[in-house]
């Protein structure tokens, strides 16, 4: 018995197939996935489409349209055609439709702020580790940003709170004498 290897689901080229009956089934799978999408953008957007496919096989011509297919094509074609139902009903929903598509551009618009601000945060906290590998403090102030300058503050308050806790420690161990009586004795020497 042999056995089949399946390559999983991958991408079709756009080229037209010989076989006649692969040729319908592809036809099929396309079609349905065009109109979803389309019908999906007409929800989302609000925009007006129309979509006309024929089949290869002569038997029969598929279309979507929103509102409607002979709407949009008399528009499109120029005939004068009446004006559209404008009461208050239609009108409130396409104003609320429109306010949800304002609200949720606005915060796509807000979203993308804070995304740009913490990449430029990690970028500048990238550049102070890279610094934090060499002379930190040699860094030229001008060339720092706020994040920066935050945290040499924060390292330049730590590294003095290092030298006041060990300065006198320093200065006792660096010269251990004292002067008594204009004599130097050891710090450590009982009197």
């Known amino acids: 018995m042999t056995t089949r290897i399946n390559k999983g689901r991958q991408r079709v080229d756009m080229v037209k197939t010989k076989n006649a009956r692969n040729l319908q089934v592809t036809f099929s799978k396309r079609r349905a996935g065009l109109l979803k999408n389309d019908s999906e953008l007409c929800t989302l957007c609000g ?4 979509i006309v496919v024929f089949s290869p096989s002569d038997k029969g011509v598929f279309s979507f349209g929103h509102p409607s297919v002979n709407l949009l094509v008399e ?6 055609l009446p004006q559209p139902n404008n009461d208050v009903h239609n009108q409130q929903i396409v104003a609320r439709r429109e306010g949800s598509i304002r609200e949720l551009n606005n915060k796509l618009m807000n979203l993308e702020g804070v995304f740009q601000m ?9 550049e102070i580790r890279k610094r934090a590998n060499g002379l930190w403090w040699e860094s030229p102030m001008e060339e720092l940003n706020l994040f920066q300058l935050q945290h040499l503050k924060k390292r ?14 320093v200065n006792n161990n660096a010269f251990p004498f004292q002067t008594i009586g204009g004599a130097w004795i050891p710090s450590n020497f009982a009197s």
């Open 75 to 80: 528009r499109f074609l120029g005939r004068n």
């Open 47 to 50: 925009t007006e489409i129309v």
């Open 118 to 126: 913490e990449k430029n945060r990690g970028e500048s906290l990238r």
């Open 156 to 169: 330049l308050e730590i590294l003095k709170q290092k030298v006041e806790k060990e300065a006198p420690m």
